[in-house]
């Protein structure tokens, strides 16, 4: 985008927007009242700001994570904490592998509370641990309203799922 910042101020801001959670960069350069927004790939981002080697590593594992809890459907395993994926995205009922590699026996949970699993043998929609709730629908079901401005529209949530892939946007 062409708008300079020093190497000190640029591994700042890159570093304020991994502690929100955000894997991308983008410039917050004000032009003409608003932010540039440009997105700075990390190639730039590592060449241009002064990063120690254990922030550079601090850098690419944050974003590793981020990413990929992003683009794919990982969690982490309660019991071993290795990431785990889930092969049937319709079945809760997941097991680790690794668990299972390393200690010779299968760790069943649930996807959606991670907590052992209880419940019915078979692929399952449903785990029998007390409170297992899908936080997404739970989000969507207590979210505040508010009126959209500029339109007679009152008492909207201010969270909505994206009908395609289901992501919550505020």
Request: aromatic letters at 8%.
């Amino acid at each position: 985008c062409g708008h300079a910042a020093g190497p000190e101020s640029l591994t700042g801001w890159c570093r304020s927007l991994l502690d929100q959670g955000h894997f991308r960069f983008h410039c917050p350069a004000d032009v003409n009242g608003k932010k540039c927004g440009a997105e700075w790939s990390y190639q730039e981002v590592r060449r241009n700001a002064s990063l120690t080697e254990t922030e550079q590593q601090n850098f690419e594992e944050k974003l590793a994570n981020f990413a990929a809890k992003f683009y794919c459907d990982f969690k982490e395993c309660p019991n071993c904490k290795s990431f785990v994926e889930r092969q049937d995205l319709k079945n809760l009922r997941v097991v680790c592998i690794i668990c299972r590699s390393q200690k010779g026996e299968a760790f069943e949970f649930c996807w959606q509370c991670l907590k052992p699993w209880k419940g019915a043998g078979a692929p399952s929609d449903k785990c029998a641990n007390e409170g297992c709730k899908n936080q997404s629908l739970e989000v969507l079901a207590t979210c505040k309203l508010k009126d959209l401005p500029g339109s007679e529209i009152k008492d909207c949530p201010s969270i909505r799922a994206c009908p395609t892939c289901g992501l919550l946007i505020e």
